[in-house]
């Protein structure tokens, strides 16, 4: 058996680095060559080597700006924060972060080698991005309550689906915060109390759900509303557990977390206003807001700051 000499190897990523760099023009190249033996450790300064595998990353972010850059310029000397900035734009999300990561990795480097004098991207960042709720397809959320299983898991997707209640929220309902007769449910927060008034459809999983739970627990005294056949008799009385209340969701094919994202989204259709948000879904303020630009992106230049 021949054991292969590890050390003679040459890296798969490191192979691929070489040849896209050695693609551009010369100028371009021997910066880049600099570059990558500075975050591999080699530079004026030590530094903690970086991986090939992320330095081949890093050169993919940037390749597309470097070849345009390499068939007007002889070296990044040239690049000015004019360059930087067209560089960026039209990018959003991952693709923004990575090539100015990149970007802003390569000149630094390039800077404390002394191959530049002044650092063009200095001072450049992104804006923060901000994912909007989206909604989930109608198709999807038709039937969901019909198609989960038994009695515990209708309720715990009612619960989410029509009153937007977290996970969380969900596993530590108490049974004494139940009001049936009055058609509500205290749903106990950081921030206080909220109270959850039961529509028709919610009052009915609830009590068809209290029946199943006297009949197979009878004499447990778990304080939780949701109980499991764990749960039910552990001194302990712990909620159950979120892998539990998750394992209800998988064979709907649309998780907790959607859902009740789908939900705040549709009750932000109907307002505009954050504190209402807060208030029914015990959301921060900046949550809120973010609900309310999906749910009007034409009113948010004068939507309330």
Same mark, same amino acid.
């Given at each position: ?58 050169? $993919?972010?940037?390749?597309? =700006?470097?070849?345009?850059? @390499?068939?007007?310029?002889?070296? #990044?000397? !040239? *690049? +000015? ?100 007769? $009055?058609?509500?449910?205290? =749903?106990?927060?950081?921030? @206080?109390?909220?109270?959850?008034? #039961?529509? !028709? *459809? +919610? ?103």
């Amino acid at each position: 058996m021949i054991i292969p000499d590890l050390d003679s190897q040459v890296d798969v990523h490191e192979q691929a680095i070489d040849q896209r760099i050695q693609a551009l023009p010369a100028g371009l190249a021997e910066d880049l060559h600099r570059w990558v033996r500075v975050l591999r450790g080699q530079g004026r300064r030590p530094h903690p080597a970086r991986s090939f595998e992320t330095i081949r990353k890093n050169l $993919g972010y940037a390749y597309p =700006v470097l070849q345009q850059w @390499g068939s007007e310029h002889d070296s #990044l000397r !040239e *690049i +000015t924060p004019q360059h930087i900035e067209s560089a960026l734009s039209g990018l959003t999300g991952h693709q923004a972060r990575g090539r100015l990561t990149a970007l802003r990795s390569l000149f630094r480097a390039l800077k404390q080698e002394r191959l530049i004098f002044g650092d063009p991207i200095r001072g450049f960042a992104l804006a923060a991005v901000v994912r909007l709720p989206t909604a989930i397809p109608t198709d999807r959320l038709r039937g969901l309550i019909d198609r989960a299983s038994g009695p515990f898991a209708k309720l715990v997707v009612a619960l989410v689906a029509v009153h937007g209640l977290g996970t969380r929220e969900v596993a530590e309902l108490r049974l004494a915060d139940l009001d049936l007769a $009055g058609g509500k449910l205290v =749903v106990r927060r950081a921030g @206080g109390r909220h109270i959850v008034h #039961l529509d !028709e *459809i +919610t009052h009915r999983l609830t009590v068809a759900w209290l029946r199943e739970r006297h009949r197979r627990w009878p004499a447990t005294a778990n304080p939780h509303l949701l109980v499991s056949q764990q749960t039910a008799h552990m001194d302990t009385k712990p909620p159950i557990s979120r892998p539990v209340i998750n394992g209800v969701f998988r064979p709907l094919s649309v998780g907790p977390a959607a859902l009740r994202q789908d939900r705040i989204l549709d009750e932000a259709r109907y307002t505009a206003d954050p504190v209402h948000l807060m208030r029914v879904f015990g959301i921060s303020v900046t949550t809120a807001m973010n609900y309310i630009h999906a749910a009007h992106p034409e009113r948010r230049s004068t939507l309330p700051r």
